[in-house]
């Protein structure tokens, strides 16, 4: 095939929801970052259900994620890919990453890398325990400062071993990290931009740590300002956020954009939610959303 002159790469863009409960005003505010700014951009929207934690994922959420998306007129492209569908692949890429050298298995406890400051201090890197299950395989960082240019937050850099060491791919109850599951997956699909909560910001060094060691392209990525309650806690099922009325999805859309930096007149809160995202993508601006880790709940009123 005949690819002279080069095509330009066209803008792929996901929003990716975890199934522990229905969406709720912070994480339609992520859905809603990442939308505009693909729209904006001519480009693809994926949705992809991470649903790789069961216990923690009542039946039927991802349904109901869907149909809260679909009402509120976020219509995204081609099929949903749910990780649960995905566990071949993260195996295949566990595999190569173990023969890198770099993986070991770990027996520490969550209270004991609590009690030393919650940053993994390499007990287990040289203690060569098997790769059984019962416990985690994690991978060796290092000395070298990963960094990137965030479209919203500007530059952002970590040392992975200091700042947070040594981190865990497979769970020891046998369940792939979130951290591998979605570098894997964001190089499957295409991904090459990551809009999402600021709350994952300090996730992006090891994603880019691992897709250097896998030989993946790094996307870019822009971290919106999270929603918390008056308490300063990210709204959550766990701090019983509500659900959002989808009944009044233009209003609820109305207050996400303002969140997002968007200035819609009051008047288009009674517009249908179609003509709002409309005018959203024409007028979205990423250098509009406000360079902050959150924004409390009231505040979006
Ligand atoms: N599933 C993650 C969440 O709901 C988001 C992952 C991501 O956007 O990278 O917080």
Request: net charge negative.
């Amino acid at each position: 095939m005949n690819d002279y002159p080069p095509q330009p790469i066209s803008y792929v863009g996901r929003f990716a929801p975890s199934p522990t409960g229905p969406l709720h005003f912070g994480s339609l505010v992520a859905a809603l970052a990442s939308y505009f700014d693909a729209r904006s951009n001519k480009g693809t929207w994926l949705v992809r259900m991470e649903d790789l934690d069961p216990p923690r994922e009542p039946p039927g959420t991802d349904a109901l994620i869907l149909e809260q998306l679909h009402i509120l007129g976020l219509e995204w492209d081609g099929e949903v890919l749910y990780q649960s569908s995905r566990l071949d692949a993260y195996r295949a890429t566990l595999e190569r990453l173990k023969a890198t050298g770099l993986c070991f298995s770990c027996d520490c406890t969550r209270p004991r890398i609590k009690s030393i400051g919650g940053i993994y201090d390499g007990r287990c890197r040289y203690r060569k325990l098997p790769f059984n299950s019962g416990l985690a395989t994690r991978v060796k960082t290092d000395k070298n400062l990963y960094e990137f240019e965030d479209a919203i937050q500007g530059n952002y850099s970590q040392i992975l071993e200091q700042d947070i060491g040594d981190f865990t791919l497979l769970r020891k109850d046998g369940l792939f990290a979130y951290q591998l599951a979605v570098v894997v997956d964001d190089a499957d699909q295409g991904i090459n931009h990551v809009v999402r909560g600021y709350d994952l910001l300090e996730s992006t060094p090891r994603q880019i740590y691992l897709q250097q060691l896998l030989g993946f392209l790094t996307p870019q990525y822009a971290h919106v300002p999270v929603v918390v309650n008056e308490q300063g806690q990210k709204l959550s099922k766990q701090h019983f956020a509500d659900s959002i009325d989808v009944q009044a999805a233009s209003t609820v859309l109305h207050n996400a954009m303002r969140f997002l930096g968007l200035r819609p007149a009051k008047a288009q809160i009674s517009e249908p939610p179609a003509d709002l995202l409309a005018w959203g993508i024409d007028n979205w601006d990423i250098q509009a959303v406000p360079k902050l880790a959150n924004i409390p709940m009231h505040a979006a009123h």
